[in-house]
């Protein structure tokens, strides 16, 4: 089963965004292995209104937490403890599993245990998501810094947003990492904007 871990650089950077395109694309299982903040529509729940085909299957989460915060915190409100080893692959039938991370590559779900090593864990390949604001390309560097450092595949970024040449090209300047897909800001996310997206990847 081939694994891609979808992760930004930060919260609300376009994570669940770019899994449906993936999951559509590939025809992809979905896992959202820890959600924090169930007030409002889950990953989950958005990710089964925006994929039209009926072979990708959204498996549950390995923890649904209330608190729209980092894991670490919103577990600990609720007298939860997440235990990395209950955080088990989903069995799937299909060639490949889009996962998405919480946050970004160090957001904690735990005081020790941290998205970063829940990569490791799957082994698996990132898809960087990247939003062009003012301080993107610190982050975007540090992140990628970060999984270089811990020898983890990145396949590429995403970048999503409005577009800032300026920034794209230092990204992709100093990392050495390709442009998977653009995506601009749409008016709505739904099924025919999922769609085309979808059909861009080509290089998977």
């Given amino acids: 089963m081939r694994r891609l871990f979808v992760t930004g650089i930060g919260t609300d950077i376009g994570k669940t965004l770019v899994s449906a395109i993936l999951v559509e694309a590939l025809r992809a299982d979905y896992w959202k292995p820890v959600q924090a903040g169930t007030f409002y529509p889950t990953d989950s729940e958005n990710m089964r209104s925006y994929i039209s085909n009926d072979t990708s299957v959204v498996h549950p989460e390995a923890y649904r937490l209330k608190g729209h915060k980092s894991p670490h915190e919103a577990s600990a409100d609720e007298n939860i403890e997440i235990d990395p080893d209950k955080i ?72 999503n947003g409005s577009p800032h040449r300026a920034s794209e090209e230092i990204i992709m300047n100093y990392s050495g990492l390709s442009c ?25």
């Fill in 180 to 204: 998977l897909l653009r995506i601009v800001k749409e008016d709505k996310v739904d099924k025919e904007v999922i769609l085309k997206y979808a059909g861009r990847i080509t290089n998977f």
């Fill in 88 to 159: 088990i692959l989903p069995h799937t039938l299909n060639k490949t599993l889009v996962i998405e991370g919480a946050g970004g590559v160090m957001v904690p779900l735990t005081q020790k245990y941290f998205i970063l090593d829940l990569i490791k864990k799957f082994n698996a390949e990132v898809v960087l998501v990247v939003q062009n604001y003012l301080g993107s390309i610190n982050h975007s560097l540090l992140t990628i810094d970060v999984l270089k450092r811990n020898n983890i595949k990145i396949l590429g970024i995403v970048f």
